[in-house]
């Protein structure tokens, strides 16, 4: 039988402030049952804990680092409320209101997986997880009920299990998170929350093939769904104008739910016979949407002292619930408007209407999808310019051109036109548009034009351009 093999002493250079110090390792004996280290300035060797060698070197350079002290579980692990102020740390680098308030959202989603995380997994602490638990998580998410964070007394216990699209979304939340925790992450890793040496060697979530989620269809208005909308408000809600006008300038405006109900009257543009909002949308893009003129004219009809466009639904709202055989919930009702307060029981409103639809539920969200279906005809400028240029469209809009109010003007015009050319006709008049017919001055300079007339046609574009140009409300 071979003799067993001697370990024997070592020398190894650890850099400490960015000095050099050489520290001496004594192996194992049979007295000592681990590596001991030992260096300048110390009474004794101490001991690292660790009987293979690898693991004593890296002991070694945290007992340096911290007074010879030895680490301890503590130490070493990341423990569960460490991991998540990670991930506070990281949602609060964005300093901008708007910024701050998307970051609070992510944020949640982001914990909100990290609770799912720890109750199905069971593990304690979740930073000690390996591929093997992560895959685990994701097979094991497919087959318990979506009540099994939330459990209530009442619950469903034949509720649906999780779907895939769920546990990819909480997946790659996961994963996100992981990462700011990996030392080797670069710059996603959040650095100054925990000692270098409770950070992660690896993202687990990048070892594994994940579950596949599946496409969604679209879900999409139709004509006769549009007009059903506009017709159930107005035998429901007609007290509540807002809820209809709401819908409606849903429907032009391409925009979020957040951007339109709180509308401010200072965004109002007024150019001649067409009247635009301007709007900062997410990731703070601004773009201007056209509402038809009859649309302008109702929303002027309920406009208040309130900065906000939509203000008048505190006030309608609370006189339909007096009026009603519900007249205590008036006092539910704020003082003050809230944007969110809006959207939320629009929301309710929508998802209670859609209810019965054949095509399912729908949310504020499918006005976009809408109406963004109707505006996709036609070519985007931007895209052919940056074609011609050689760059992407990103790159063209980031970096080389600015788009200043008349570019953004422009946008929302084209956007218009294509919604109103592609709505059909029933829908367009419910919805406040009505084809404009070209004024006599209009004609005239079309005509003169035509015939060549440029003395005429000066005189004629010197009167147009005499015409109120812009209005801020």
Request: net charge positive.
């Amino acid at each position: 039988m071979p003799r067993k093999r001697t370990l024997e002493k070592q020398t190894i250079t650890l850099k400490v402030g960015g000095n050099p110090l050489n520290v001496t390792l004594h192996p194992p004996t049979r007295t000592r049952k681990s590596w001991y280290a030992y260096w300048t300035g110390l009474v004794t060797s101490k001991s690292t804990g660790h009987w293979n060698l690898d693991d004593a070197i890296v002991a070694a350079e945290f007992m340096l680092r911290n007074d010879g002290k030895r680490t301890t579980l503590g130490d070493s692990i990341l423990s569960d409320l460490e991991f998540e102020e990670i991930q506070r740390a990281h949602y609060a680098k964005r300093k901008g209101a708007a910024e701050q308030s998307r970051s609070a959202k992510s944020l949640v989603n982001c914990l909100e997986a990290i609770r799912a995380f720890k109750v199905i997994s069971g593990l304690s602490p979740i930073s000690v997880a390996g591929p093997d638990q992560c895959a685990a998580f994701q097979r094991k998410c497919l087959t318990l009920p979506k009540t099994t964070l939330r459990p209530f007394p009442k619950s469903d216990k034949e509720a649906p299990s999780y779907s895939a699209n769920t546990v990819v979304k909480w997946s790659v939340a996961l994963q996100a998170a992981w990462e700011r925790s990996v030392r080797t992450a670069g710059k996603k890793c959040v650095r100054g929350i925990v000692n270098e040496n409770k950070l992660l060697a690896q993202n687990p979530w990048r070892q594994f093939t994940w579950i596949e989620g599946y496409d969604r269809p679209i879900r999409q208005f139709d004509a006769e769904e549009l007009l059903g909308l506009l017709d159930y408000l107005d035998q429901k809600w007609a007290a509540v104008t807002v809820a209809s006008l709401l819908a409606k300038v849903l429907l032009w405006s391409c925009a979020r739910r957040a951007e339109v109900s709180s509308l401010t009257w200072q965004q109002l543009r007024v150019v001649g016979p067409e009247c635009h909002f301007k709007v900062i949308g997410k990731w703070g893009v601004k773009r201007w949407f056209r509402l038809p003129e009859l649309i302008h004219q109702e929303l002027l009809a309920i406009r208040t002292d309130s900065p906000f466009v939509f203000a008048a639904y505190n006030d309608q709202l609370r006189r339909f619930y007096k009026r009603s055989s519900r007249p205590r919930a008036a006092k539910a009702v704020g003082l003050e408007f809230n944007p969110v307060c809006l959207g939320d029981w629009f929301h309710e409103r929508l998802d209670g209407w859609s209810s019965t639809l054949q095509k399912g539920h729908a949310y504020t969200h499918v006005f976009r999808k809408t109406s963004l279906q109707y505006a996709r005809r036609g070519e985007d400028a931007s895209r052919r310019v940056a074609q011609d240029a050689g760059v992407s469209e990103n790159v063209l809009m980031k970096h080389y051109v600015e788009e200043s109010d008349p570019e953004l003007r422009e946008a929302s015009n084209r956007t218009f036109k294509r919604v109103s050319a592609s709505l059909p006709t029933e829908v367009a008049c419910r919805y406040g548009y009505m084809e404009v017919v070209a004024t006599e001055l209009e004609n005239r300079l079309q005509s003169a034009l035509k015939s060549g007339n440029w003395a005429q046609v000066a005189n004629l574009a010197a009167q147009l351009a005499n015409r109120p140009h812009v209005t801020i409300g």
